[in-house]
C-alpha cells in the first residue's frame, strides 16, 4: 500500500474516533425509595435492549457508560419493591436520571410460576401460589434446612421434622393431603432438576432416617415457590398431587459485582429438661444433653456483564446435635452462569456439589440409644452399658452433584423456544459398628450399605405469544418433560472381630446378611397451554397433559390430566372502590396422580432364594397389569386482594377427590399365589379445607415501619371407599386407613375400670367392649392438625434494628405417646406409680414422690376416680395413651443492626457496601398440652403411613444464633 494512501486512511480514522465517542452516551443517577427518600443500594438498572446495566451503589449512586445513541426501555428492580420500567433515549455525552421505587409490600409484582412453562405476576395469577423472596431471611437468621425457611411463611403449607436429629427425617404437610397412595410429599424441583426426596434408612438407629434434604444448602437459595396441589400442578403430570415445590437458586446480576462472607456461630440446646413427669431417672437423661456447637462460614461472588452473569460460592456447616454421638459436617459448592452470545440466544448452567457426613444416635424404639435406656425403667441402662452406647457408631458419607443447563432460543419476535438438561446424583454410605458386648454380639458387627442415586430431567417447550384482537392477547404453549431415575443399593453385615483395632468388614469371621438391589423408573409427559388475556382484566389458561410411566401396568389406559384457570380483575372496573389496588377472585380445575409402586404393573415375577440345595426362584411378586395411577381432582375457588397499596389478602376454598386409589387384596392360600396381595383401583377419599393468609405494612418513616403476616389454615379429608377391602393399618396396629375416617386415623383400643359390684374394690382393667361384645376400637383424631396457622412481626426501629418474630399454632393435632406406655409397662411412670399407691396397689415408700399417700378408701368417689384414671393407663392398650397434641410455638426470633448507613457516611463505605450483625433463636418456646417432650415428632420418620407416634424420640433442640455478614 502507498504511504499516501496508508496516511490518508489513518487520518480518517483518527477524524472518525471523536465523533465515535460523540456517538456514546452515560446514563447516571440515583435510586431511592419512592416514600422515604433513603437510597437503595444493590439496585439493579437495565437497558433492556441492550442487556447492559449496572447496580446502586452504598449511596444508591449508579452510573452506564458506552451506550450507544437511542431510545431504550429502562427496567429498574429492588427485592421488596415495585420494578420500574420507562422509556429512556439516550445522547451523545452524560444526562442524569433519579429513579424513584415504590414498596411492594404484598408482592403483587412478584414473577411466580403458574405452571411447568408458565410465568406471570402474581396479579395475574389464576392459581393460588406462594413465594418465598429468602433474602431478607437469610439476613435475619441462619437455617439448617429447606423446612425451617418454609414452615409458617406460606398458607396451606407446614414443614416439620420428625425428631430433633441434625438430618433427620423431614416431612411437608400440603394442604388436605387427600390422595390414599405415595408417601404425601410434593415434587421438589432445584434449578430445574427434579430432585431426590427420599428418607433413607439404611440399617436400624431406631426409626430415624437420613433425609436427602439435608444436602441442600439454604445460603444458596434465592426463591421458593410453592404450587399447593392439582389446580395449579395439574401439567407437572402423575406425582404432582401433593403439590410442586420450586427451588431457585442464586444467580449474578448485570453490572453489581459483589463479595459477601457470612459467618455463624451457634449452639443446639436442649428445650425442655426431662422431669420426673417424662422420665423416671431425669438427671442421668439429661445428663446426655449438650450444646452443641455450630459453626458456618459463607463465601459467594457474584457479578455480571453484557453478556455473562455468574454465582459462586463455597459454605461449610459443622453441627453437633444436642445430644451426644449426632453431629453434621456439610460442605457445598454452588457455580451458576448466564450467558448471552446474542440478542437470540440465553444459556443458564447451574452446577451444586455437597459432601456431608452424618452421625446418627441410636433413639427411637432402640435399645441401644441413650433415651431408651434413661426413659423408661425406674433403674437406668436396664438394657446396655452407658459407657457402650457412647461407643456405638453410625456414620453416613454422602457426595452429590446436581447439575443443568438450559437454553432458550427466540428466532422470531414472541417465539421462544427452551430446552433443558438436569443431572442429580448422590452417593450414600453408611457404616455402622457395635462394638463388643453390645446387642446381641460377642465380639462387635460391622455393617456397610451403599446406596447410588441418578437421576435425569429433561424438558422442551415451547411457547408463542400474539394478539387475536387489539386487546385480546393469546399465549399457546406446548412442550414435553421426561424423567429417568436409576438406583442401586448393597450392603453387607458381618460379626465377630478377633479385636477392636480391626475394624475393615473383611476381617469378621461370621457373614451375617448381605444382597443389593437395582431399580430403574421412567416418566415422561407431552402437554399444551393455551393461555388468553382480555385488556388487562380476564385471564384464562386451558390445558393438557398425557403421561407415561414405567410403574404404569401395560394394559393400563391412557393417562390425561386437563386443567383450567380463570381471574378477573374486578379493580379494573369503575364500580370498584378506589381502595382497592387488587381484587381479582379466580377458579382454578385440574388432576394429576400418585403412581403404584414398581413393580405393581407386572403379573407375576420371581425372586431368588438360597437353600440347602443351591439357589433357585421363588414366585415374589403378583402385580396387576391393569393397574394405573391413583387421580386427584381438585377445585380451588378464591381471591387476591390488595388494600390501599399496603394490605394485601389471600383466601382459598378448595375440594379435592381422589379415585382409582390402590387397595392391595391378599390371594387365598387355597389359590397357589402364596398368599400375596395383588393392587386393584378400586378405593377413594376426599379433602377440602381453606388457606388464607393477611399482609400488612401498618407503619412506614425514614426511620421506623412495621409490617405483619397472619396465616391461618383448616383441613380435613375422609377415606370414603375401600372396594370392600378390610381397614389398613400401620404394622403397630395404631393409625389406619379406613371407611369414613381421616386418612392415618388413630383407631385402636381403650381400657376401663373393672370394680368388685359387693365392696366396690378395684379390680384392675378390661377392653372397652361393643354391644356384641368384641373389643371396640375407637376414632381418637389425627396425627395432623385441623386448624394451623402463624403470625410474623418485622419491625424496624432507630432507622438500622430490625425486630422478627414468627409464632405458630396446630389445633385438633393428637399424638400417640408411646414412650410413656412404655413407662407404665416398665413401671416408670409416675403419675401411674401415684394412682397405684393411692389404691393401696404400691407401698408409698417405694419412691420418693409417693412417700406420705394414704390408700382412698374403696367405694368412695375418689378412689373410683383414681381407679378409671388408672385404668386408662394400662399399657397393654395404646388408645389409652392418644393425647391431645394442640400447641404454640415461638418458632422464631432475631435482632439484626445493619451499618450500611453508618458506612455511607464513612471512608470504609468506598470498600465495604455492606455489614451487618443478628442475634437470632428457633424454636425458642413451647407451649403444649402434650404431657410428653413435643407434640411434632414422629419416631418412624417423615413419611409412611406410621405417624405421630412419639417414642423415645429425641426432641427439637431450641437453636441459637450470631451472625455476621460483610459484603464488599
Do not use: C
Amino acid at each position: 500500500m502507498e504511504p499516501r494512501v496508508r496516511a490518508w486512511i489513518l487520518g480518517s480514522i483518527l477524524l472518525l474516533v471523536p465523533l465515535l465517542a460523540q456517538a456514546q452516551g452515560i446514563l447516571r443517577g440515583r435510586v431511592t425509595d419512592a416514600e422515604t427518600g433513603e437510597p437503595l443500594p444493590g439496585a439493579n438498572i437495565l437497558l433492556v435492549e441492550l442487556r447492559r446495566g449496572a447496580a446502586s451503589d452504598i449511596d444508591g449512586n449508579y452510573e452506564i457508560v458506552d451506550i450507544p445513541e437511542g431510545t431504550y426501555t429502562l427496567r429498574v428492580s429492588y427485592v421488596g419493591y415495585r420494578t420500574l420500567e420507562q422509556s429512556v433515549e439516550i445522547r451523545s455525552g452524560a444526562q442524569e436520571l433519579n429513579l424513584a421505587l415504590d414498596p411492594d409490600y404484598t408482592g403483587l409484582e412478584e414473577v411466580v410460576v403458574t405452571g411447568i412453562a408458565s410465568r406471570t405476576s402474581k396479579a395475574r395469577a389464576e392459581v393460588a401460589v406462594s413465594r418465598i423472596n429468602t433474602e431478607e431471611l437469610l439476613q435475619q437468621n441462619a437455617y439448617q434446612d429447606i423446612t425451617a425457611l418454609v414452615n409458617g411463611k406460606i398458607a396451606g403449607v407446614t414443614a416439620k421434622q420428625a425428631t430433633g436429629n441434625v438430618g433427620g427425617g423431614l416431612r411437608f404437610i400440603v394442604r388436605a393431603d387427600a390422595a390414599l397412595n405415595g408417601n404425601g410429599q410434593p415434587v421438589i424441583y432445584v434449578d430445574g432438576v427434579r430432585i431426590d426426596n427420599a428418607e433413607i434408612a439404611g440399617f436400624f438407629t431406631g426409626g430415624q432416617e437420613f433425609s436427602m434434604l439435608a444436602n441442600l444448602n439454604p445460603e444458596d437459595i434465592e426463591s421458593i415457590e410453592v404450587l399447593k396441589g392439582p389446580a395449579g400442578a395439574a401439567l407437572y403430570g402423575t406425582s404432582g398431587a401433593n403439590g410442586v415445590i420450586l427451588i431457585r437458586t442464586k444467580r449474578g446480576r448485570t453490572g453489581d459485582f459483589r463479595v459477601q462472607y457470612k459467618r455463624v456461630v451457634g449452639a443446639n440446646q436442649q428445650l425442655k429438661k426431662y422431669t420426673l413427669d417424662t422420665s423416671p431417672t431425669p438427671d442421668v437423661a439429661n445428663g446426655f444433653f449438650r450444646d452443641g456447637v455450630i459453626s458456618q462460614h459463607t463465601i459467594s461472588i457474584s457479578g455480571g456483564t453484557a453478556n455473562v452473569r455468574y454465582y459462586t460460592s463455597y459454605d461449610r456447616r459443622k453441627e453437633e446435635g444436642h445430644i451426644r454421638n449426632n453431629a453434621m459436617d456439610r460442605q457445598t459448592f454452588q457455580a451458576n452462569f448466564d450467558a448471552f452470545p446474542n440478542d437470540k440466544i440465553t444459556v443458564r448452567a447451574s452446577a451444586g456439589y455437597t459432601y456431608n457426613e452424618m452421625d446418627l444416635p441410636q433413639n427411637d424404639n432402640n435399645i441401644l440409644g441413650f433415651l431408651g435406656n434413661t426413659l423408661l425403667a425406674t433403674r437406668p441402662f436396664l438394657f446396655e452399658d452407658s459407657t457402650d452406647l457412647v461407643d456405638v457408631t453410625d456414620r453416613s458419607r454422602i457426595t452429590e452433584f446436581l447439575g443443568s443447563v438450559e437454553v432458550t432460543y427466540t428466532p422470531i419476535e414472541n417465539l421462544e423456544v427452551r430446552a433443558s438438561i438436569g443431572y442429580q446424583g448422590s452417593d450414600f454410605r453408611e457404616d455402622r459398628t457395635l462394638p463388643r458386648g453390645i446387642d446381641v454380639t460377642t465380639n462387635g458387627r460391622r455393617s456397610i450399605f451403599i446406596r447410588r442415586n441418578q437421576q435425569y430431567t429433561y424438558d422442551f417447550n415451547a411457547r408463542y405469544s400474539y394478539n387475536i384482537l387489539p386487546e385480546l392477547e393469546a399465549t399457546t404453549i406446548v412442550g414435553g418433560q421426561a424423567f429417568n431415575r436409576i438406583l442401586r443399593t448393597f450392603f453387607m453385615q458381618k460379626e465377630n472381630f478377633v479385636s477392636e483395632l480391626i475394624s475393615n468388614i473383611g476381617a469378621g469371621s461370621d457373614f451375617i446378611n448381605g444382597d443389593e438391589g437395582f431399580a430403574h423408573s421412567r416418566e415422561a409427559g407431552i402437554y399444551v397451554q393455551q393461555e388468553f388475556a382480555y385488556a388487562n382484566r380476564l385471564f384464562v389458561s386451558l390445558g393438557l397433559r398425557r403421561d407415561y410411566a414405567s410403574a404404569v401396568g401395560r394394559k393400563a389406559p391412557s393417562i390425561f390430566y386437563p386443567k383450567a384457570s380463570m381471574a378477573l380483575r374486578l379493580d379494573q372496573f369503575d364500580f370498584t372502590p378506589d381502595f382497592f389496588t387488587l381484587l381479582k377472585p379466580r377458579i382454578a380445575y385440574g388432576e394429576t396422580g400418585v403412581l403404584p409402586g414398581p413393580l405393581d404393573g407386572f403379573a407375576l415375577l420371581f425372586g431368588a432364594e438360597p437353600s440347602g440345595y443351591g439357589a433357585g426362584a421363588t414366585p415374589d411378586q403378583i402385580g396387576n397389569p391393569e393397574i394405573e395411577p391413583e387421580r386427584v381432582r381438585e377445585l380451588e375457588v378464591g381471591f387476591d386482594a390488595e388494600l390501599y397499596n399496603r394490605i394485601g389478602i389471600e383466601f382459598t376454598y378448595y375440594r379435592q377427590w381422589a379415585t382409582n386409589s390402590i387397595i392391595d387384596f391378599r390371594n387365598p392360600p387355597s389359590t397357589g399365589l402364596i398368599a400375596s396381595a395383588v393392587p386393584f383401583n378400586v378405593g377413594e377419599s376426599q379433602g377440602w379445607g381453606i388457606e388464607s393468609a393477611l399482609t400488612a405494612n401498618v407503619w412506614r418513616t425514614r426511620n421506623y415501619s412495621l409490617d405483619f403476616t397472619l396465616i391461618w389454615n383448616w383441613s380435613r379429608n375422609e377415606v370414603k371407599d375401600l372396594g370392600g377391602a378390610q381397614p389398613i393399618f400401620d404394622p403397630f396396629d395404631v393409625n389406619v386407613i379406613k371407611e369414613g375416617l381421616p386418612r392415618s386415623a388413630f383407631y385402636t383400643y381403650r381400657s376401663k375400670a373393672v370394680f368388685d359390684p359387693n365392696t366396690g374394690e378395684y379390680l384392675g382393667s378390661e377392653v372397652i367392649k361393643d354391644e356384641n361384645g368384641e373389643a371396640k376400637r375407637f376414632y381418637l383424631g389425627t396425627p395432623y392438625p385441623e386448624h394451623s396457622g402463624s403470625f410474623s412481626v418485622s419491625f424496624r426501629f432507630l432507622r438500622n434494628f430490625t425486630f422478627y418474630a414468627l409464632a405458630d399454632w396446630q389445633l385438633g393435632l393428637n399424638v400417640f405417646n408411646l414412650t410413656k406406655l412404655f413407662q407404665v409397662r416398665f413401671g416408670g411412670n409416675k403419675e401411674r406409680n401415684i394412682l397405684a399407691a393411692k389404691l393401696g396397689l404400691l407401698d408409698p415408700d417405694r419412691f420418693e414422690y409417693t412417700k406420705g399417700i394414704q390408700p382412698l378408701q374403696p367405694g368412695t368417689p375418689e378412689y373410683r376416680e383414681a381407679a378409671e384414671r388408672h385404668a386408662a393407663l394400662d399399657g397393654n392398650y395404646d388408645g389409652n395413651f392418644v393425647e391431645d397434641g394442640d400447641f404454640l410455638r415461638l418458632r422464631e426470633l432475631s435482632l439484626r443492626y445493619d451499618f450500611t448507613d453508618l458506612l455511607r457516611r464513612s471512608m470504609l463505605g468506598r470498600h465495604i457496601r455492606g455489614l451487618s450483625v443478628a442475634i437470632s433463636a428457633q424454636n425458642v418456646a413451647l407451649f403444649t398440652k402434650y404431657s410428653g417432650m413435643d407434640p411434632e415428632l414422629n419416631f418412624a420418620g417423615g413419611r409412611g403411613l406410621i405417624r405421630g407416634q412419639d417414642f423415645l424420640t429425641l426432641p427439637i433442640p431450641r437453636v441459637v444464633y450470631a451472625t455476621i455478614t460483610v459484603t464488599l
